[in-house]
């Protein structure tokens, strides 16, 4: 699914998966803070993320120096696939390795040009099995385990992800 949150705060959506709904307005009060990131061919800038829900809590990170907590993941370098980037980055990240071969597209989630917050930017979300444990690394300074009632504690973009998992049931 994309969800694009433009400048008059109203969603548009386009679904990639039918069971995947949304319409979520843009929540000015989350700021979203990513360290430069490659763009598509588009001049967009996008984070692949990886979604890993277990018992209704979704996996997020915090880096050190921020507030807000984010889906582990990141940008792509040059020539990276999806694939290669997630793994890339779930290591770095939380020493974990993902399994490229068990990545489903969770969702596209895009907030356009003109937000109040940011924009445009995309996150591209996988869910997909790993082996390791979860433990952070480098930049991370901390992972958690977070319900819908954290949702004011992430970022706008990765609320939208909350949205979707809450709306399916996979997020109390």
């Given at each position: ?37 490659m763009a ?82 995309r996150m ?43 709306e399916a049931?996979?997020?109390?």
């Amino acid at each position: 699914m994309t969800v694009e949150l433009g400048s008059d705060d109203r969603c548009r959506r386009r679904r990639t998966r039918p069971h995947m709904i949304a319409a979520l307005p843009a929540d000015p009060g989350h700021t979203l803070r990513y360290r430069p990131v490659m763009a598509n061919g588009n001049g967009v800038p996008e984070k692949v993320a990886w979604v890993l829900v277990r018992d209704d809590f979704v996996l997020v990170t915090r880096s050190h120096g921020r507030d807000r907590f984010y889906l582990p993941g990141g940008h792509r370098e040059p020539g990276e696939s999806d694939g290669e980037t997630l793994v890339r980055e779930i290591d770095e990240e939380l020493q974990a390795t993902i399994d490229p071969g068990s990545m489903v597209h969770f969702g596209t989630f895009e907030i356009g040009e003109g937000h109040p917050e940011h924009g445009p930017f995309r996150m591209i979300c996988y869910t997909a099995d790993h082996r390791g444990e979860l433990t952070p690394s480098r930049e991370i300074a901390e992972k958690a385990w977070f319900r819908y009632a954290d949702r004011d504690r992430v970022s706008v973009i990765d609320g939208l992800v909350f949205d979707v998992l809450h709306e399916a049931g996979r997020l109390s």
